[in-house]
């Protein structure tokens, strides 16, 4: 059983560029979570996404962030025209439905340059 | 919101050492998670303790949550359980976890 799958796990950009990242939960796993770790620092909640809905949106930036989990495929967060503000490591993590604990991804590691 | 300190924030060690992370928080929570990310960056899931207390090996957890306090020891360090360690809550009614700062553990042989 395969744990949560986040890819790329390096992402380099340009200013103005967009960038997709990409994470499949644990076979299982109706849910989905997206946090961001800036240097130094903790993991911020951004959204929280079940098949087809956004359950809780509060910590993403009202602007450029947008979150998907399709009925097909894996759940993607897309940052439109990034900044170098957005580099960070943003971690995807997952649970089942009577929650018990999450199991993070490896992360991707988005650079702006 | 909620607010979540950890301590000590550093922690050098030799190797063989015993150590007591803490974590306080600040209201009632049903999920309470330690977390041991890796040099490399990766974050462990060690314990999903709420309340009580377990253990796993040489690293076990006790939470008390009605004083708001959750324990991480580790017996017998090892190199390899440098990192940061994180504390990490969630609310009652809510699924999304408030992160720590972390207690940044060094090892040294």
């Known amino acids: 059983n395969a744990g949560v799958m986040q890819n790329p796990r390096h992402l380099v950009r340009r200013r103005g560029q967009e960038a997709r990242l990409r994470c499949s939960p644990m076979?299982?796993?109706?849910?989905v979570y997206w946090y961001r770790q800036l240097p130094e620092e903790g993991l911020k909640f951004m959204v929280y996404l079940q098949k087809e809905n956004i359950i809780d949106e509060s910590g993403m930036p009202k602007e450029r962030f947008s979150a998907e989990f399709p009925k097909e495929g894996p759940s993607i967060l897309r940052i439109q025209q990034v900044v170098r503000g957005d580099s960070a490591a943003y971690f995807c993590?997952?649970?089942?439905?009577?929650?018990?604990?999450?199991?993070f991804g490896s992360g991707t590691r988005l650079t702006v340059v | 919101g909620i607010q979540v300190e950890q301590s000590p924030p550093d922690l050098i060690l030799q190797e063989g050492a015993n150590s007591t992370l803490r974590c306080n928080f600040s209201d009632s929570v049903n999920n309470l998670q330690w977390f041991h990310q890796n040099p490399w960056g990766q974050l462990i899931n060690l314990f999903y303790i709420p309340s009580g207390t377990k253990q796993n090996g040489r690293l076990s957890a006790t939470t008390v949550a009605t004083e708001r306090y959750s324990l991480l020891y580790i017996s017998s360090s090892q190199t390899t359980d440098s990192g940061v360690y994180f504390c990490a809550v969630g609310l009652e009614g809510a699924q999304k976890l408030v992160f720590g700062q972390g207690t940044r553990l060094t090892i040294n042989p």
């Open positions: 993590a997952s649970s089942p439905t009577g929650f018990s604990g999450y199991t």
């Open positions: 076979k299982g796993h109706s849910h």
